[in-house]
């Protein structure tokens, strides 16, 4: 057996092959969730059950060859680009909020050209960006000592921020921001208690505007802290959500068994996916997903905190924040732990661009897992 595992470590090039195995599984269960949730709703709007699936297997595929590829190029030369990859992202984050933007479902984080090719900008920010943080704290070593040092940092956060909050994308502001934030911990950042107290009410003053700057924002903060109140309009998801989860018991309803996908939960392929995984896999289906989740998650951050790379650490800390905190706002909307926000699950939720981002930025990490980490080989 040991063996066996040292052949196939060599194979695989020395890369993390146990994230690479829970990667790919979890990719998998994705697909076919995805085929399942999504069967109704394709037949409906586009006369064909498989027409969802389809495409989200085709952008499963490409990512899966991209992060094979990414794999093997050294993270490091990712520096000498990494500005000017932050630089583009910006402009694209920009050209959104421009009449170029496409808008879908009431909100306009879109480009593209008609309904065959669109793309989300905001998803290839977030591994750019990490990496623009990295490179820049990396280069900047020993300003790092003083607050001064994180400067540049805050104002990439801030003008990333501000992109997206003409966009009104607040769950990918999220995201972004805790991806930014974990990269500047994960650096050694030594902050004064009234630095830290001054932090947090910066950030609670800027959330709360954001909140208030959007009624429908505002509404589903209402409706969250009164769930038994607008079941059919404003707590509708929330309601069919945890129908869908109460109903699948322990062992669920069955594979492609679910009633709520039949339109009873909006878009059930996209954000609750969960719900309907909880459903038709019971809790027993959902604990094994979410220990798959706990895995990757651990084992991300074991990459960050092993890496003898500085610039490789912070990169492996960004990445693994950036799933982690959508894995944990997923998980937590689907459950009515949260207020609804638009926060697709990881290698599950459908959506070519956050899938494919997902696979390539999982590239990069084998690639810091491979480089930074020795692994025997027998």
Request: with cysteine; hydrophobic share 50%; net charge positive.
């Amino acid at each position: 057996m040991k063996k066996e595992i040292g052949i196939m470590k060599i194979k695989s090039g020395g890369i993390d092959f146990g994230l690479f195995v829970i990667t790919i599984t979890l990719l998998c269960i994705g697909l076919v969730m995805v085929a399942s949730a999504s069967s109704y709703h394709a037949l409906i709007y586009y006369g064909d059950s498989n027409y969802l699936f389809i495409r989200q297997l085709f952008f499963a595929i490409a990512g899966v060859i991209a992060m094979i590829i990414i794999s093997k190029i050294d993270y490091r030369k990712y520096k000498k680009w990494s500005y000017l990859g932050f630089i583009v992202a910006a402009i694209l984050l920009f050209l959104v909020i421009t009449p170029l933007g496409v808008t879908r479902n009431g909100a306009q984080r879109w480009l593209g050209i008609g309904e065959t090719f669109q793309f989300q900008p905001s998803e290839i920010m977030k591994p750019v960006l990490v990496m623009a943080i990295a490179t820049y704290l990396s280069r900047n070593i020993k300003k790092l000592g003083d607050f001064k040092g994180y400067i540049v940092p805050i104002i990439m956060l801030l003008i990333v921020g501000l992109l997206m909050y003409f966009q009104k994308h607040m769950s990918g502001l999220l995201v972004l921001g805790v991806a930014a934030i974990s990269v500047i911990f994960a650096s050694g950042i030594k902050l004064k208690t009234r630095t830290i107290i001054a932090g947090i009410i910066l950030v609670g003053l800027a959330g709360t505007a954001f909140i208030f700057a959007d009624d429908f924002r505002l509404q589903r903060i209402f409706s969250f802290l009164n769930p038994e109140q607008d079941i059919q309009d404003g707590n509708w998801q929330a309601a069919q959500s945890l129908y869908a989860i109460g109903s699948g018991g322990l062992f669920g309803r069955g594979l492609g068994q679910s009633r709520q996908k039949y339109l009873w939960l909006p878009e059930a392929q996209n954000d609750f996916i969960f719900s309907i995984l909880g459903e038709e896999l019971g809790f027993l289906g959902a604990a094994i997903v979410l220990a798959l989740f706990f895995a990757f998650i651990f084992k991300g951050y074991k990459i960050a905190m092993t890496c003898k790379d500085f610039y490789g650490s912070l990169i492996a800390a960004g990445i693994t924040s950036i799933f982690a905190i959508q894995i944990i706002v997923n998980i937590a909307v689907v459950t009515c732990t949260m207020p609804v926000t638009g926060m697709p699950l990881p290698f599950f939720s459908y959506g070519g661009t956050s899938l494919f981002i997902n696979l390539c930025s999982m590239g990069i990490l084998l690639n810091i897992s491979k480089n930074c980490n020795k692994v025997k080989e027998d």
